[in-house]
């Protein structure tokens, strides 16, 4: 069985224009560059000095794209050993500091976690239910002042109770959007 390489170009900061190579064959799906832009120019004002997860990370594209724009770190999560082969890879590649490449089932790591994320990236394989299972497990790993991106195929999926939608785009056949949740602590 062949694999099938894949390359995305860094759209912007420090390593902008520098390639990732992923592993398109493993079913694969990078983010595309024009749903990257979208969703960090809304990012923009709370990318700098965060703390990210790129949970389902695949290429790893969100989480150094993050980085490149001034992210503080980045954890990223995947099951598959050879993407965390190619992220560890590519962020030794690029220097990269202040990260973890964390080889591991999504939900796993958010039950078992003890960290708290400002910016989290939602993009598990569409066909599966884990984007609802990981919504409902997120609360307990997010900061209060908190973004959430997901994307996905099909239908807009319904957030859970205290997330609110912030932005949402179409590209094609894929779904993308910002979102926020909400503690309770924060309501009085």
Request: hydrophobic letters at 40%; aromatic letters at 10%.
């Amino acid at each position: 069985m062949t694999r099938e390489a894949g390359k995305l170009r860094v759209i912007g900061g420090q390593w902008r224009s520098r390639l990732i190579e992923f592993d398109a064959g493993d079913g694969v799906r990078a983010t595309p560059d024009r749903v990257r832009q979208t969703t960090f120019d809304w990012l923009a004002p709370v990318i700098e000095g965060a703390r990210c997860l790129d949970l389902f990370a695949g290429s790893g594209a969100m989480g150094i794209e993050a980085l490149s724009r001034g992210a503080a770190h980045c954890t990223f999560v995947e099951q598959g050993a050879r993407q965390c082969a190619r992220v560890k890879n590519a962020l030794q590649a690029l220097k990269a500091q202040h990260t973890d490449v964390v080889p591991m089932d999504a939900v796993y790591f958010l039950q078992q976690t003890w960290h708290r994320f400002h910016v989290v990236f939602l993009d598990p394989p569409f066909e599966s239910d884990l984007l609802s299972r990981a919504l409902l497990e997120l609360p307990k790993v997010l900061h209060p002042h908190n973004r959430v991106f997901l994307e996905w195929g099909g239908e807009r999926p319904e957030l859970p109770e205290r997330f609110e939608w912030l932005r949402e785009k179409q590209a094609g056949q894929v779904g993308y959007g910002l979102a926020s949740y909400r503690h309770p602590a924060a309501d009085g």
